[in-house]
């Protein structure tokens, strides 16, 4: 047997005979090729938006979800209205179509349609028929809940006969669906009044005609008898739910569905609240029970707690004919259900000594899938010592309660749709047990959450270590640290060291920035080098550098807890290795005794930590010896000034040293020694002791020189040079005077002639237009001379 109704909604379909009447509505077209026309419900309409009037449809409503109790029989259905008569008949299976067949009284059979009336094969003139039933947009709603009863983006597809039962519920639903489908016929040539007889057949596999049960059916047209009006309407309230339930209609009754409209007063205006019309049969109240008979019913799933609504039932013919509504009932929702148990309870420790308590907001009752409108108003938090003690707490508000936590004052910061949090300063290293649990704006509470454990470790790192140092060997480098800070509570449960290595130095990186480039320097990394598991040992002996590296090195330490929080970067301190080895003893290269001086002149066999040497000077060779030069040494050289090759020694020569030491007495004989010393303060053997004596050097006062042109008696011209007269000193050993002549005051000067005694020259192997330069020296007997007079010139 196949689940056979059928709804129609407001609308009528007039005669016309196959002709067409322009009405202010759309034109349908029937199987069959006959065209009649919709006319508009004259009734006060009833398909009112339920979003307007406050109510919430879910769209999930609109899929086909066929009732269990639905009529169960298996004929023809024939109803008459104004100017037309509706057959529909029931979906046999493996039909290849069906036949319609009209008499009067008396008569003979005459088939209606001139090829069977089947499922349609051709999806386009299936849509264009379905254009022309349900127009857009009066019957929105209606396509609406076809399109997502069939799964179909723009157009159901009508063709697909794995939808085929999906169809027939529509088309018991809507008949226009049906007539679509081939389910439904619709004679518009009849006459008011005419007593008609139908009968319909199917064609089967063999395409033989068959009848089936009740195939046929006897009416007059223009006689529509409307619905009686419903009798036992009740409302029984719920939890956000109201059900009502009403008696059977009468035998004969041409009742097909019923709709049920609601109303926040007596007044209205009401309005219609069921998605699809109510057609099926209740077993049982909404406590569970049953019910002592079926009764057709429809429960409001919409009704908000606390508000009294109003409710009555209209029934409806298969065409959309209303019958009177019933009386009306009064019904208010009370909220009767506690708030679901509080989902996804987490325990997070916080780095600021806090536990983070979360969990997912409560927005529902339990056992309702759907959002209340008693909301969850507070949450209560319970703190427990053990876990015993926790899960045996039933008590709703116990001593354990540590927190209540209002909805409205989460904060907006840590506030999402999903997820509250609560922050419980607590004691580190202590276990504590929670559980929670909600209450609603009516004062339900639900059940306290499985207990849930949670541990605050101690966050917080202890302070940096200081007075770091290092300090270079020749094969290791020690680097040595003081502890943080004891007395404070940080730093009480210290449980090691980390030693951290780099290169010394780093780069500049350029920030580019509006008001000028910021040059910014970076500091070469640094690299975890070793953990120093004893709290009480405070070096570290670095023995991986390689031997006789270069390199300056930049180590840091850190410390660390028991819990392992680690503290930030110490200080940092740069270092090298060290050698500890003293350079070899200078070589003196000369010991040049002058002018009441002696010039030191020695080599030191190049090494790369070569800074500088230390001359000592004594009046006997076996001393004593005291310090005349030396070069700086500091008392702690950075290793960055040590230089990192020989090459940069032998470029700078510092490995040489040539020194005029002008403190001594002349005609005296004195004893040199050198000593060479390093970066690391490391001092060579003194080189052997060398003497030389110094003598006393007489230098004659340089002359001063004028110069002038002179004209002789034979008319030619010369150049008179005339000088200072050597000094009283000078003149007790006196020998001459040379003069130099040059083209060029840079070029190269010629002496004229012998040495002379006379401070006055006359030169007369000038030429004229000739610019001349002269120089004079003086001369002593015991060679001694004076220097070069500045050059003097003459332009003849």
């Not at 006997?620 to 040494?633: N, R, T």
Request: proline residues 7%; glycine residues 4%.
């Amino acid at each position: 047997m196949k689940n056979i109704f059928l709804l129609i909604f407001t609308i009528f379909l007039t005669t016309g005979n196959g002709q067409v009447i322009k009405i202010d509505t759309s034109q349908v077209i029937m199987p069959g090729d006959r065209i009649i026309k919709l006319q508009e419900n004259t009734q006060k309409p009833y398909i009112t938006d339920p979003a307007a009037a406050g109510l919430k449809i879910d769209p999930s409503m609109y899929f086909p979800a066929i009732p269990v109790e639905k009529i169960q029989e298996i004929r023809l259905y024939a109803c008459a209205d104004t100017h037309f008569i509706l057959l529909k008949w029931p979906d046999i299976e493996g039909t290849k179509g069906y036949n319609v067949y009209r008499r009067t009284a008396g008569a003979q059979y005459t088939k209606l349609n001139a090829t069977p009336v089947k499922y349609p094969v051709n999806q386009k003139t299936a849509t264009d028929d379905y254009e022309k039933v349900l127009p857009k947009p009066r019957y929105s709603r209606e396509r609406l809940h076809i399109r997502l009863a069939t799964k179909a983006e723009f157009y159901p597809q009508f063709t697909d006969t794995s939808l085929a039962t999906t169809f027939s519920y529509l088309g018991d639903i809507y008949f226009q669906v049906a007539l679509v489908m081939g389910g439904a016929w619709a004679d518009s040539s009849v006459k008011k009044g005419t007593e008609y007889e139908y009968k319909v057949t199917y064609i089967d596999k063999a395409n033989k005609e068959l009848d089936f049960t009740n195939n046929t059916a006897k009416l007059t047209a223009g006689i529509f008898p409307k619905p009686e009006k419903p009798t036992g309407l009740t409302a029984e309230a719920g939890d956000s739910k109201i059900l009502l339930t009403w008696n059977d209609p009468p035998q004969a009754d041409s009742v097909l569905g019923y709709h049920v409209f609601r109303a926040t007063n007596t007044a209205g205006p009401f309005v219609r609240c069921d998605t699809i019309p109510v057609l099926s049969k209740l077993k049982y109240n909404l406590a569970g029970k049953p019910l002592n008979t079926e009764k057709y019913g429809y429960v409001d799933r919409h009704a908000v707690n606390n508000r009294m609504y109003y409710y009555y039932v209209v029934p409806r013919n298969p065409l959309g004919r209303f019958g009177p509504k019933s009386s009306t009932v009064s019904a208010t929702a009370t909220d009767q259900t506690p708030p679901q148990i509080v989902k996804n309870v987490n325990i997070t420790a916080l780095k600021t000594n806090d536990l983070l308590i979360s969990w997912n907001r409560v927005y529902k009752d339990i056992w309702i899938p759907e959002p209340r409108a008693e909301k969850v108003e507070k949450y209560y938090i319970f703190r427990y010592p053990d876990y015993q003690t926790a899960i045996t707490d039933t008590l709703a508000n116990s001593k354990y309660l540590v927190a209540t936590i209002k909805e409205s004052a989460v904060p907006t910061a840590i506030k999402t749709d999903s997820v509250r949090y609560w922050n419980d300063k607590v004691t580190p290293e202590v276990v504590y047990w929670y559980r929670l649990s909600c209450e609603d704006s009516s004062g339900n509470i639900s059940r306290k959450t499985a207990a849930v454990s949670g541990l605050l470790p101690d966050y917080t790192p202890p302070d940096p270590p200081k007075q770091i140092t290092a300090e270079g060997f020749d094969k290791h480098i020690l680097i040595t640290w003081k502890p943080p800070n004891t007395a404070l509570p940080k730093n009480q449960d210290l449980a090691g060291y980390l030693v951290y290595r780099g290169i010394c130095g780093g780069y500049y990186k350029i920030i580019k920035r509006d008001e000028g480039n910021l040059k910014q320097f970076i500091a070469y990394p640094l690299h975890l080098l070793a953990d120093v598991t004893d709290k009480d040992t405070l070096y570290y002996k670095d023995y991986s550098v390689p031997e006789g590296s270069p390199i300056c090195y930049r180590y840091a330490v850190k410390a660390y807890d028991k819990p392992q929080n680690i503290s930030t970067m110490s200080d940092s301190v740069c270092e090298r290795l060290r050698d500890k080895t003293p350079p070899d003893p200078p070589v003196l290269t000369a010991l040049d005794a002058g002018n009441k001086s002696i010039k030191i002149k020695c080599v030191s066999p190049p090494v790369q930590d070569m800074k500088g040497f230390i001359v000592e000077r004594a009046d006997a060779e076996a001393g004593p010896y005291k310090i005349v030069y030396s070069d700086s040494m500091a008392k702690r050289v950075t290793c960055n000034e040590i230089p990192c090759s020989v090459d940069s020694v032998l470029a700078n020569k510092v490995n040489q040293l040539s020194y005029n030491d002008r403190s001594v007495e002349e005609d005296k004989i004195y004893w040199y020694r050198v000593t060479a010393f390093d970066y690391s303060r490391n001092k060579s053997a003194p080189c052997p002791p060398v003497s030389t004596a110094t003598f006393h050097i007489v230098t004659p006062t340089k002359p001063k020189v004028k110069a002038n042109t002179v004209k002789n008696r034979d008319g030619s011209c010369g150049v008179v040079l005339v000088w200072d007269i050597a000094s009283r000193t000078e003149s007790m050993n006196f020998k001459g005077y040379a003069i130099f002549k040059s083209t060029a005051k840079n070029g190269v000067y010629r002496q004229l002639g012998a040495l002379q005694k006379s401070s006055r020259y006359t030169d007369n192997a000038v030429f004229t237009n000739t610019t001349y330069w002269y120089r004079v020296q003086t001369f002593l007997k015991n060679g001694d001379r004076s220097p070069l007079s500045d050059p003097v010139s003459v332009k003849l």
